[in-house]
C-alpha cells in the first residue's frame, strides 16, 4: 500500500494539467457570470432557423453576445403555430426575424426597427408557355405554404382549413419539399422565402432550370425583434445595439455570409 502523495508530486501532476487550460480573463469570467440570461423563441424558418437549429438567428444571438456583456442570449425552440403562446406564459422572452403582422397584432410585444428586408415569392414548374404571366392570377391554382406562416395573398390568415377551403393552398412543414412538389407536377405553385430560395437553388442547379421563379413578391419582410412586455431586455435596449451593429458594418457581413444578400 503506498503511503501520501508528497506536495512535490502533487505540484507536479497538476500544473501541466492547469497549464493546459484556456485562459479567460477575470472581466469576461465576471461579465458571463452577471449577465442576465434572455431567451430568445426560434422556430424553422430558413434560413433564419434550419432543421437542425442552426441558421442566421444563431449567427445574429452569437453577434449580440459578443457585442456586450449584459445579456445573455439563448435560443429555445418553438414552432410557428406555438410561438405565441409560449411567448404568452414566459418559456422565452424575445423572437427575431418577426413581423407584427404575423399574428401579433394584439400580443403584449414591442418591437424594435426593422433591421432587414426579405420576401415571400411563388415557384412554377418551367413549361413551354408559362412566364411570368403565370403568377398574375393566383385563382384555382393549387398552392403548397409552410404550416404556421401568414401570406398577404391570404389576408395573413394562417389556418389551414381557411388556407385549404378559400385560397386552395395546403400547408406543409419543408419548403424544400414544396419546391421539389412543383418541380415534379405535384401542385402549381409553392410559396417561399427569397432567401431560402436562393441559397437552396446554388445547391440544387438541376433543379433551378426545372422551376420559373416569381419577380412577383407576396409580401415584403421588415424583420424587426420582438420583446414580451415586461421582460429584462427592451426594443429601445436592441435598436441601440443594432445600430452600432449596423454602423460597424457586422450586420451586413452577417448577411452576406448567411447568402440573404449578395
Known sequence: MTGPLSRRTVLRTALP?????????????LAQSSATVVRVGAYEFP???DETGGG??????ELLNGAQGEFRFEMVRTAPQRRYDDLDQGRFDMIAFECRDWGWQDRPVEATRPFLRDAEVFVARAAPGIDQRYFDDLSGKTILGRLGYH????????DPKQLEQRYRT??????????????????????????FLTRFLQREPELARQILVSERTDQIYEHTILTRHGTAV????????LDRLEADGQLETLWRRSGILS
Request: a positive charge.
Open 17 to 29: 494539467l492547469l497549464s493546459a487550460l484556456p485562459f479567460l480573463p477575470a472581466h469576461t469570467v
Open 47 to 49: 434560413p433564419y432557423v
Open 56 to 61: 442566421v438567428t444563431r449567427d445574429l444571438l
Open 151 to 158: 401570406y398577404a395573398f391570404a389576408g395573413f390568415d394562417a
Open 170 to 195: 395546403r400547408v406543409t412543414v419543408t419548403h424544400e419539399g414544396n419546391v421539389r412538389s412543383v418541380a415534379a407536377g405535384r401542385a402549381d405553385l409553392a410559396i417561399v422565402t427569397r432567401s
Open 234 to 241: 427592451t426594443a429601445g435596449w436592441l435598436n441601440t445595439l
